[in-house]
Structure formats: C-alpha cells, structure tokens
T-cell receptor, first 113, second 116 residues
Framework: KAGVTQTPRYLIKTRGQQVTLSCSPISGHRSVSWYQQTPGQGLQFLFEYFSETQRNKGNFPGRFSGRQFSNSRSEMNVSTLELGDSALYLCASRVGTGNEKLFFGSGTQLSVL | AQTVTQSQPEMSVQEAETVTLSCTYD???????LFWYKQPPSRQMILVIRQEAYKQQNATENRFSVNFQKAAKSFSLKISDSQLGDTAMYFCACYISQGGSEKLVFGKGTKLTVNP
C-alpha cells in the first residue's frame, strides 16, 4: 500500500504570493490533517478534513485554508504569503475519526523570500 | 490546554548503548494516547511506539520501550542497543478526543545523535 504522498517536496515563493500544497492519503483513509513545523514553534496543528468537511481547526489566520476532495485527497492553500510562513508542512492521514493512528507524509518545505 | 514538554533539546549516545528521552504532558482528560514519533533527515514522521493511557503495562516495540508514569504524567522513551539509524529528531505526542474534537499535541522534540 502506498504511503501518504505530498507534492511538491520543495517550494520557493515570494512574499504576497499564494501557494497550494497537495496531499494524497493512504488508500482507504478518509481523514487528512495538516501540520506546520518550524524550528521555533515545533509542530502545530492547522486543520483536519474528514469526508470533505473540515472537522477541526488550529489557531492560524484565515490566510490558511484547505479542502478535501471526494477521493480524500486534500489541498492546503496559503494566500498573501509572509516570511514567517516558511516551514515544513506535513500532511497526515488516518482511517477515520476516533482512530488515533496517524500516518505522515514527507512534507513540503516552503521557503518564502 | 494540553501541553507536551520535552526538556532535552539534544542528546547523544554511543552505538550499542542505551539512551532515555524524557517527556511530560499535561491533560485533564482521563482517556488519551501517547506516542513517540521519529523524524529522520528524510523528514517523514514515523511512529515508534504507542501507549494507551488506560493500560498500566508499558509498551514495547523491539529495542524501544516506554516508562509510562500516569500519576506523574511522564512518558519517557528508552532505546536499547542504539544504532546509527536511530539518529533523528524524536517527538513525544499526546492524542486527546474530547467532545467530538480530536487533537494531537506534540512536544518540541529531542535531537538524538548516535555516534559510532
């Protein structure tokens, strides 16, 4: 079974631009979560989607948004990029809600210049 | 609010020796799960070991074992017979399900280096 796939692996953008990151979960997994990882703040929860609906949301500004498609693939969008958005963005999938086992992808490293 | 604290930013150990990584957590929930994740240079978070809070028996996975002290809210990871491939960032995490909201909270991580 293929693991969680995130694309692209690396991304360089400039301030003010917007970016879209993609995550394909493990086959059969219906829940996708997104995390931001930075050296200073560590891993912070962004949001979780289940069956195309956002279930949980972390404490991030509205510039961070996401969606999930009917095939469970998820995208995360960041608009009006700021330097502080430079981070590793990790996606994790699990079978469904109530199941605590998360499987992570290798992340997208976003650099904002 | 739930918090997870890893007090050792960096640690090193000689190959074949044993090392213990510390983690404390704070939650008011009675039902939760605790995890240790490993993040090698490839960046992928890999689940090392998992512990249900309602189980008193400490979890073990091959060379990895935990010391779960529920009253003290402590959850340390012991790596025996350390190998070079164990070099990575290690994150302690706590999963809580509360009122339809589920959350996985991570510590800041411990960078472990295994020296030959």
């Amino acid at each position: 079974k293929a693991g969680v796939t995130q694309t692209p692996r690396y991304l360089i953008k400039t301030r003010g631009q917007q970016v879209t990151l993609s995550c394909s979960p493990i086959s059969g997994h219906r829940s996708v979560s997104w995390y931001q990882q930075t050296p200073g703040q560590g891993l912070q929860f962004l949001f979780e989607y289940f069956s195309e609906t956002q279930r949980n949301k972390g404490n991030f500004p509205g510039r961070f948004s996401g969606r999930q498609f009917s095939n469970s693939r998820s995208e995360m969008n960041v608009s009006t990029l700021e330097l502080g958005d430079s981070a590793l963005y990790l996606c994790a999938s699990r079978v469904g809600t109530g199941n605590e086992k998360l499987f992570f992808g290798s992340g997208t490293q976003l650099s904002v210049l | 609010a739930q918090t997870v604290t890893q007090s050792q930013p960096e640690m090193s150990v000689q190959e074949a020796e044993t090392v213990t990584l510390s983690c404390t957590y704070d939650t008011s929930e009675s039902n939760y799960y605790l995890f240790w994740y490993k993040q090698p240079p490839s960046r992928q978070m890999i689940l090392v070991i998992r512990q249900e809070a309602y189980k008193q028996q400490n979890a073990t996975e091959n060379r990895f074992s935990v010391n779960f002290q529920k009253a003290a809210k402590s959850f340390s990871l012991k790596i025996s017979d350390s190998q070079l491939g164990d070099t990575a960032m290690y994150f302690c995490a706590c999963y809580i399900s509360q009122g339809g909201s589920e959350k996985l909270v991570f510590g800041k991580g411990t960078k472990l280096t295994v020296n030959p």
